[in-house]
C-alpha cells in the first residue's frame, strides 16, 4: 500500500500530463473526464486538488471564465501575465498589459494601497469564429 503523498504525486503528474494535451483552458470535469476515458481510476475531487496546486506552484494557469466556472491550461510562461480567450472555440494569446499593469499601480496608489496584484483576461470572438458567426 502506497503513502497518500506517493498516490498524489502520481496522480497529480496524470492531470499535469493530460492538462499539457490541451490547447487552451479546460474544466476540471472535461480533464477528469479525459484522464477516465484513458483508463484512469483518479477521482474528480482529485483533478480539482491537483489543478489547485499546479495553479499555486506556477506551473497552470487558472481563470474564471464569464459564467463562473474555473478553467485551467497548462502554463507556457512564467510570472504575471494577461489572455485574450475566445469565448467559443476557447482559443487563447497571452498578451502584454503594460497599460493595465500601470493603471492597477496608479488606482491603488491613489487609494492609499500597497502591493496591489490584479487579473486580467479579456473574453472575445477570435478571428476565425467572427468569420463563422458572421455567415
Known amino acids: 500500500m502506497s503513502t497518500p503523498a506517493k498516490r498524489n504525486t502520481w496522480q497529480r503528474e496524470a492531470v499535469r500530463e493530460a492538462l499539457g494535451h490541451n490547447d487552451g483552458f479546460v474544466s476540471a470535469q472535461a480533464l477528469h473526464a479525459v484522464l477516465r476515458e484513458g483508463g484512469s481510476p483518479i477521482g474528480l475531487a482529485t483533478v480539482y486538488r491537483a489543478l489547485a496546486d499546479l495553479a ?77 458567426a458572421a455567415h
Open 56 to 132: 499555486t506552484a506556477d506551473e497552470a494557469d487558472s481563470l474564471q471564465s464569464p459564467d463562473g466556472e474555473n478553467l485551467f491550461r497548462a502554463c507556457t510562461s512564467s510570472g504575471h501575465h494577461h489572455h485574450l480567450i475566445c469565448r467559443s472555440c476557447g482559443l487563447t494569446v497571452e498578451i502584454e498589459a503594460h497599460a493595465v499593469e500601470a493603471w492597477a499601480q496608479d488606482v491603488a496608489a491613489e487609494h492609499g494601497f500597497t502591493a496591489a496584484q490584479h487579473v486580467v483576461d479579456v473574453f472575445g470572438l477570435c478571428a476565425a469564429c467572427t468569420k463563422l
